[in-house]
Nanobody
Framework: QVHLVESGGGLAQPGGPLRLSCAAS????????MGWFRQAPGKEREFVAS?????????HYADSVKARFTNSKDVAKNTVDLRVDNLKPEDTAVYYC???????????????WGPGTQVTVSS
């Protein structure tokens, strides 16, 4: 079974930085992309960022975060890191790692989610 483990959440100061990490493990034949969603209190889960596992891929970001969020990958380790600069109170949410992958050569893809990590931005 594929597992995703997020780390790096917690309490952070407005204006400060934060780094979240996500590691994927298990029977993964090939990764299509990895990324992040978030869910703020009382709101639906929303897309934050993703990056393709293809060479020279360009990360994609939600318009609301693209100026402050950076999603990077380590293909050898099957990990992604989300760096957030200039944190805002509205970044408070549970952040979920998302993985789209194939488990064999036939090409069918599946989606897996991490359990989520809480990020609270408050002074």
């Amino acid at each position: 079974q594929v597992h995703l483990v997020e780390s790096g959440g917690g309490l952070a100061q407005p204006g400060g930085p934060l780094r979240l990490s996500c590691a994927a493990s298990g029977p993964i034949f090939a990764i299509e992309n990895m990324g992040w969603f978030r869910q703020a209190p009382g709101k639906e889960r929303e897309f934050v960022a993703s990056i393709s596992w293809s060479d020279n891929s360009v990360p994609h970001y939600a318009d609301s975060v693209k100026a402050r969020f950076t999603n990077s990958k380590d293909v050898a380790k099957n990990t992604v890191d989300l760096r957030v600069d200039n944190l805002k109170p509205e970044d408070t949410a549970v952040y979920y790692c998302n993985l789209v992958y194939a488990n064999d050569s036939r090409g069918d893809t599946y989606t897996s989610w991490g359990p989520g990590t809480q990020v609270t931005v408050s002074s």
